[in-house]
């Protein structure tokens, strides 16, 4: 039986493709507010600059590729039952070939009805006030923001504790309950995190033994193969 391996992401793997993270950008991201236009309150507040600004992202990411740290993660599935728990709201894991793929704080190519959750649809172009669902309702994108719950936690949770290899890759650790997902790791369970400026969360400073590859994803993650296979 092939071994299980989960990969937790964050936006550092998809830096090298273009796109930045929240918090080397100091909390700013093309000069917006995360908290203002990535949360319930700034969507209530202002839909119109929510919606200005994730249709900027949605842009740039169809202008992106995945990179190959994307892709070392796809060649992982030969030797590995492989599930990657990401927090981006990117495709490029998708796009590089990954198939078990569980986005904790949704996705960005998705819009949905903001009164039927269920009500769902592919979107890659711009959306505006009046764009509705077929319930009539305002859509908005399918992004999980702060002050609201992330349903994905409860699937991820089963998978991370029947982990044997849990790689963290690219991901400052500082939001909840994604950091959190460490925890339920199990003690036979080996922890490699790959990062050029690690993290010390509560969650990682608890694991007895991680190996820290202190590296960009793209050349990191060949690093931690290598760890892997030892
Ligand atoms: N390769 C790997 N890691 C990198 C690279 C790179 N080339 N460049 C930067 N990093 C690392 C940084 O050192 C940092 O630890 O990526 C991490 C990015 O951290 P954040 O910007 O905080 O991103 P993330 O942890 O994914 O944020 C979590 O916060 O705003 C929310 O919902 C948003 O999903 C996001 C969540």
């Known amino acids: 039986m092939k071994k299980k391996l989960v990969v937790l992401t964050g936006?550092?793997?998809?830096?090298?493709?273009?796109?930045?993270?929240?918090?080397?950008?100091?909390?700013?991201?093309?000069?917006?507010?995360?908290?203002?236009?990535?949360?319930?309150?700034?969507?209530?507040q202002n839909p119109q600059a929510v919606l200005n600004f994730y249709n900027l992202r949605r842009k740039q990411l169809l202008e992106v590729q995945p990179n190959q740290a994307h892709y070392d993660l796809v060649s992982l599935e030969k030797e590995y039952d492989t599930t990657i728990i990401t927090q981006n709201v990117d495709d490029l894991h998708e796009r590089a070939g990954s198939k078990q793929v569980i986005h904790l704080h949704g996705e960005?190519?998705?819009?949905?009805?903001?009164?039927?959750?269920?009500?769902?649809?592919?979107?890659?172009?711009?959306?505006?006030?009046?764009?509705?669902?077929?319930?009539?309702?305002?859509?908005?994108?399918?992004?999980?923001?702060?002050?609201?719950?992330?349903?994905?936690?409860?699937?991820?949770?089963?998978?991370?504790?029947?982990?044997?290899?849990?790689?963290?890759?690219?991901?400052?650790?500082q939001v909840y309950p994604a950091a959190s997902l460490l925890q339920y790791g199990s003690h036979h369970a080996r922890f490699i995190y790959v990062d050029p400026s690690p993290s010390v969360s509560y969650e990682l400073r608890q694991i007895r033994d991680i190996k820290i590859v202190n590296s960009k994803a793209t050349s990191g993650i060949k690093k931690a193969i290598a760890l892997m296979e030892i």
Do not use: C
Not at 119 to 140: C, I, K, N, P
Not at 155 to 171: E, H, R
């Open 11 to 44: 936006a550092g793997i998809s830096a090298e493709s273009g796109l930045k993270t929240f918090r080397d950008a100091n909390g700013l991201w093309e000069g917006y507010d995360v908290m203002q236009v990535a949360s319930i309150d700034g969507w209530h």
């Open 108 to 173: 960005l190519l998705k819009v949905r009805s903001v009164q039927n959750s269920h009500l769902v649809y592919t979107w890659h172009r711009d959306l505006f006030l009046g764009d509705s669902a077929e319930d009539g309702m305002q859509l908005r994108p399918h992004i999980v923001w702060f002050g609201e719950l992330v349903p994905q936690i409860e699937v991820a949770i089963p998978i991370v504790s029947q982990a044997d290899i849990i790689l963290i890759v690219g991901t400052s650790l």
